[in-house]
């Protein structure tokens, strides 16, 4: 996998640089002793058992490798690797192979790992649940947080299998207040989706070679902010959802059927500013979204800078530049704002193509 490379725009023979920062390879040497669980002052086989054997607000310490499915119904306990290892659990089937089900449980510095590329990694149930700094590999799906409100998903890495064909590394419903920060996301479907949820939070997450890098329905009150996708079929993709801000992202390369840097969608009284988007199928495409406010962005070395089908936003103050063309304006017959005059245009090959709605 190559990433961060340098990419040629025919218009011009300019170049994009972009370094995303990421490994090359997610190679990670397992562990091979015998699974141990401590807790209490007491040693067990299994995780299962010391769970059972947990009070709440406990940290339950492993090392080694173990083989089964977990839940935590305990509240406020803790999965964690003993200082200076990191543990393993594999799971067996399709079930989670960690479920989070007790309030304020947290997976901390574990690595979960699936088989075969099928079930979930871990599934949080219960809120106030955190799962942080830890590996979830093999897996169809990652991290699913089902009506559970208030959850941190933090420094996470998830690795799905080279043929996945379905499945989220991050998947929220009906959940409020999910805090995801500085997650690395890689072959699954979509890195992060969330349907019917409200108060998201999504900050520094790294998302590559997937179908959808972040795919967000019917949610409000949402920021979404310092992000970088790259190396995929879509970006960032928001359907029917108010009162977003997404600000200070990147997308770059995301060259599918519909390639879009950032696709918007019945989106409205949102803020979409100071985002970078390069080498795209389209940088942005706006549709059927109303009282938005997008400025400040950089739309460089797409096939199309800006789509723009919509009327009753303030598209200013963006440079579009190096584009095959620079913006498509789907003219409504009751438009009056000239968009194209309040935006600078730079080198593109077509500078703007209009048609009628």
Known sequence: ??????????????????????????????????????????????????????????????????????????????LASKPGTLALIRGGDDAPVVTLAGDGSSVERLWVQGTSGVGQGVA????????????????????????????TLANNTIVGSDDATSGNGIHLWKSERVRLVDNRITDVHTG???????????TGNRLWDLDYAVRGLYTDDGVIRDNQAFDNGVGLVLFNSHRFRVVNNTAYNNTGNNGHGILMNTVDDSTIRHNT???????????????????????????????????????????????????VKVKHPSATK???AINTFERNEIRVKTSVW
């Open 1 to 78: 996998m190559l990433v961060g490379v340098a990419v040629e725009w025919p218009g011009d023979g300019s170049l994009s640089a972009y370094d995303a920062g990421v490994p090359q390879e997610y190679e990670f040497e397992q562990p091979t002793t015998p699974g141990t669980a401590s807790v209490g002052g007491e040693q067990f086989d299994t995780v299962s058992a010391a769970v059972a054997a947990a009070e709440p607000g406990d940290v339950v310490r492993l090392s080694g490798v173990f083989a089964e499915s977990v839940t935590v119904d305990v509240p406020n306990v803790t």
């Open 124 to 151: 949080v149930t219960a809120p106030d649940a955190d799962v942080v700094d830890s590996r979830i590999t093999d897996v169809a799906a990652g991290i699913q947080v089902d009506s559970a409100d208030d959850v």
């Open 192 to 202: 992060v989706r969330f349907s019917w949820a409200s108060g998201l939070e999504a």
């Open 277 to 327: 988007l390069v080498g795209n199928e389209r940088g942005i495409s706006v549709n059927n979204a109303d009282n938005n406010t997008i400025t400040d962005n950089e739309m460089r070395q797409n096939d199309v800078g800006v789509y723009y089908a919509a009327m009753g936003n303030t598209l200013a103050g963006n440079t579009i530049r190096e584009n095959r063309i620079g913006l």
């Open 338 to 340: 000239p968009i194209a």
